[in-house]
């Protein structure tokens, strides 16, 4: 019987793996494997619900049967997909993740992960406490603007010796794309880091969503059934030893 529970997530957990191995942009075993016990876990799920709706009582339908799942229930099944999603995330940015430290002039392009970044130029921009170098790159996909980024080097009056770089970032639910603005080469030319991570987000998403599946199942009202038993249980006590 173990066996037979056992074949569908086996195969899920195959497919997953053979699916990781043949789209990504190389072969990582940290990666397939990661995502194999991803969707080990999220059958799982799938399993844990059927089996409470096989065995639910009485021979009322699907909506009654889910009825009577406990709230707690939901809360820890909403907290294995949390899990599945920081699997994923974490995998996929440790597998996948590329950066690249390029000199570019105004014009010239860096391709990563299917996405023009082009250097526009930097201008000079002062700020609240500081002064600083600010980049300007746009970011096409197949020809069509998707966004623009304003990375900055800062020189702060209260640190002479030592710029500091701030990243600019294009987020997405696939990935985030981050542009650092480096030294100044001469002649136009500066140097970047383009530094793209793939499903990043999903790593505070399934944190998220593993937190409300904890607050779900602390809203069990069967919890609080079960404390005001307890109080009215040694309410009842304490009047039988007083009525004695």
């Known amino acids: 019987s173990l066996l037979r529970r ?3 997530p086996g195969v899920a957990a195959a497919v997953a793996f053979a699916a990781c191995a043949v789209t990504g ?3 990582s075993l940290l990666a397939c494997s990661g995502m194999a016990f991803a969707a080990w876990l999220a059958w799982g799920v799938v399993d844990g619900y059927r089996d409470r709706l096989r065995h639910a009582s009485g021979m009322a339908s699907t909506a009654s049967k ?3 799942i406990p709230l707690a229930f939901h809360g820890m099944q909403l907290a294995h997909l949390g899990v599945v999603a920081f699997i994923i995330g974490v995998t ?3 597998a996948f993740e590329k950066e690249h430290d390029v000199a570019l002039t105004v014009g010239q392009t860096k391709s990563v992960a299917g996405v023009e970044v082009k250097f526009l130029g930097v201008t000079d921009v002062i700020g609240p406490n500081y002064n600083a170098k600010q980049g300007r790159f746009e970011l096409s996909r197949d020809g069509r603007v998707v966004g623009i980024l304003s990375p900055e080097r800062r020189f702060y009056a209260s640190q002479r010796s030592m710029p500091m ?3 600019a970032i ?4 696939l990935r985030d794309l981050y542009v650092s603005l480096g030294d100044d080469l001469g002649g136009g030319s500066w140097t970047v880091r383009v530094h793209y991570k793939p499903l990043v987000n999903w790593i505070w998403i399934g944190c998220v ?7 779900l199942g602390a809203l069990d009202p069967r919890y609080r059934r079960a404390q005001r038993a ?6 009842r006590s304490t009047a039988a030893v007083g009525a004695e």
């Open 6 to 8: 056992m074949l569908a």
């Open 25 to 27: 942009s190389h072969f």
């Open 66 to 68: 889910w009825r009577q």
């Open 92 to 94: 996929a940015v440790k």
């Open 165 to 167: 770089t701030e990243a």
């Open 170 to 173: 294009d987020r997405s639910p």
């Open 209 to 215: 969503i593993m937190a409300l599946g904890g607050l």
């Open 230 to 235: 307890q109080r009215e249980a040694a309410a």
